[in-house]
């Protein structure tokens, strides 16, 4: 159960050094997310901690995850094998960060799947608790998405396929083990999943090298380097990580480039702006859009993920452009270096996006925490796996009218996720969609005591599925449900 100033430090206020943690009164459901993980560091009060020196930031190059080649391919499938298992990290750069990561990495491998091409990924779980992997945003078959309680138990391995019967798009994978998603998550189980799709290639969109996947995060890091890890710990968790490294820096080319970036913080939203450059966004969640919008701001909440192409061939070589968090400060700098020919365009038309059947039902729900049970919740109830939540036929469409009814505390932002589908988001409350949102989405903010009402058309697929708000805390205490396609 919750105090409310647990609840206060979860959600908008920043510093509260007082208030109660968590940690040291876990009861009832949050007992397992609270519970640290064993051999991984104990936490008091994260206000407590003695941070780890900040640093100066731009003296470490940016790296981009390497791409996991399959062990075997046939016709239509890559088979890949991974492992989830302990690993050490250089978050700063000279400490050492024990994590838990994908092949032991702080970000796993990427995934570099084909549209139309399946994948099969035999993960092996060499943790001490189970894990579940989950391909956010992949259109796929119940049994291999990750669900909270179908776990890999320690020591075994478990064969996902990926049918990737979807358009190309940005893609993460990332654990999803009931209770301890965010705990994982944090401590490193994430990597990109990318979805290539040969129909965008004739749009001579930047690619090979200059297509690069950025992962960002926030993490809050002790003086040894350990990773602190408190489910009220957000508003200390102040060092900014792009691909894995504090405040890296990248050498670019003047010329375009297509950064594909992705919010795999657990709690922050992060609201980007680089110099006052102009971004030119192509793709949200799912895919391209239909057609690119120019941006100086980019505000993902976690779990969402946009495409930007950047020129960078508007600037000399010399100049340096620092993609800052409006809230946390300098995230990674962009430093151009070398002059370079460029072939590459954005055309004006991407992609249409697809035809939207009309819904044959409307329903409507609430993210909020339950003021009697002090539970995080979906329309007052908190996670039970034994239950489903709502049952949809397959094959039908949907509209959802969801409100975020948290407006005490301050005022708790929140945001939805739904597994299996991307969605469209149709209308928002009190504004218009915000840039990219007329894409493919599976993942949109509601702001307390907003709505929004998107659509989707759950395809051929049964069985259980979550959805929930990825701000993984409050999906760890309960902000989720399940819906039963039949
Ligand atoms: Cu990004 Cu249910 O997950
Ligand atoms: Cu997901
Ligand atoms: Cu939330």
């Not at 519970?35 to 003695?50: D, I, L």
Request: proline share 9%; net charge neutral.
């Amino acid at each position: 159960m919750f105090s409310r100033r647990s609840l206060l430090a979860l959600g908008v206020a920043a510093g509260t050094s007082a208030a109660v943690s968590l940690t040291r009164n876990p009861t009832g459901p949050a007992r397992a997310a609270v519970t640290p993980h064993p051999g991984h560091g104990v936490t008091t009060h994260p206000g407590e901690v003695r941070p780890a020196p900040a640093g100066a930031p731009f003296t470490v190059p940016m790296p981009v995850p390497p791409v996991l080649r399959p062990i075997r391919s046939t016709a239509d499938t890559d088979f890949y094998r991974m492992t989830m298992r302990p690993g050490r990290a250089r978050i700063l750069p000279d400490l050492q960060t024990p994590v838990l990561g994908y092949d032991g990495r702080f970000v796993g491998p990427t995934i570099r799947a084909r549209a139309g091409r399946q994948v099969v990924v035999a993960q092996q779980n060499l943790l001490d608790m189970g894990t579940s992997v989950h391909v956010h945003g992949a259109h796929v078959p119940a049994g291999s998405d990750g669900h909270p309680t179908d776990l890999v138990l320690p020591g075994a391995t478990r064969v996902y396929r990926y049918p990737n019967r979807q358009r190309g798009a940005t893609l993460w994978y990332h654990d999803h083990a009931h209770h301890m998603e965010a705990e994982h998550v944090y401590r490193g189980l994430h990597g990109f999943y990318l979805i290539d799709d040969p129909q965008e290639r004739s749009l001579r969109l930047p690619d090979g090298e200059y297509d690069v996947p950025i992962m960002l995060r926030d993490a809050h890091l002790d003086e040894t380097g350990a990773l602190v890890w408190a489910p009220d710990g957000p508003p200390f968790r102040t060092t900014m990580i792009a691909n894995g490294v504090a405040q890296p820096y990248f050498p670019v080319a003047a010329r375009r480039y297509r950064l594909r970036i992705a919010n795999a913080a657990t709690h922050r939203t992060f609201t980007l702006s680089l110099d006052g450059a102009e971004m030119l966004m192509i793709g949200s969640d799912g895919g391209l859009l239909p057609a690119p919008v120019p941006c100086t701001e980019l505000v993902l909440t976690p779990g969402e993920r946009s495409d930007v192409v950047v020129d960078f061939g508007h600037h000399r070589p010399g100049r340096r452009l620092v993609l800052a968090d409006a809230d946390g400060g300098p995230v990674m700098r962009f430093d151009v270096v070398r002059r370079e020919p460029d072939t590459s365009r954005v055309p004006d038309r991407l992609r249409a996006l697809p035809p939207l059947p009309a819904a044959t039902s409307e329903r409507t729900m609430s993210l909020g925490v339950n003021h009697e049970t002090l539970e995080f919740a979906i329309d007052g109830r908190a996670f039970d796996p034994a239950r489903v939540d709502i049952t949809i036929p397959r094959g039908t469409t949907e509209v959802w009218k969801v409100t975020n009814t948290d407006t005490a505390f301050g005022g708790l932002e929140h945001n939805l996720h739904l597994h299996l589908v991307q969605f469209r988001v149709i209308e928002r409350e009190g504004e218009p969609l915000r840039p990219g949102e007329e894409g493919l989405k599976d993942t949109v903010a509601i702001p307390p005591g907003r709505w929004v009402r998107l659509q989707a058309t759950f395809g051929e697929y049964t069985g259980r599925y979550v959805y929930h708000c990825h701000m993984l805390e409050h999906s760890a205490f309960g902000m989720m449900a399940q819906m039963e396609i039949v």
